[in-house]
Nanobody, 119 residues
Framework: QVQLVESGGGLVQAGGSLRLSCAASGSIFSINAMAWFRQAPGKQRELVATITRDGTTNYAETVKGRFTISRDDPKNTVTLQMNSLKPEDTAVYYC?????????????WGQGTQVTVSA
């Protein structure tokens, strides 16, 4: 069994910062790409940032220059540093990982963590 558990969400004023973390646990051989998604009320889930196993990153245009994704492979974690937050960043943030197990590679999701940015 594999679990992804996010932490670090909360309420912050516009212009502030938050740091989200996601830890994978369970029977894991290795982790391929990892990513953060978000879903605001009434909107579809959207990709925020990705990081490959070799550390290549990609960001949505709306967060470029403000958010930084990183990973710590020995700890099986992915982190999203969010700076200069805006009210439009308010959403539930989900981590996502492509995890290699004995049976093959599978996509897993965390349960989500709420980020609220007040004006």
């Amino acid at each position: 069994q594999v679990q992804l558990v996010e932490s670090g969400g909360g309420l912050v004023q516009a212009g502030g910062s938050l740091r989200l973390s996601c830890a994978a646990s369970g029977s894991i051989f290795s982790i391929n790409a990892m990513a953060w998604f978000r879903q605001a009320p009434g909107k579809q889930r959207e990709l925020v940032a990705t990081i490959t196993r070799d550390g290549t990153t990609n960001y949505a245009e709306t967060v470029k220059g403000r958010f930084t994704i990183s990973r710590d492979d020995p700890k099986n974690t992915v982190t999203l540093q969010m700076n200069s937050l805006k009210p439009e960043d308010t959403a539930v943030y989900y981590c996502n990982a492509n995890i290699r197990r004995a049976q093959g590679s599978f996509l897993y999701w965390g349960q989500g963590t709420q980020v609220t940015v007040s004006a």
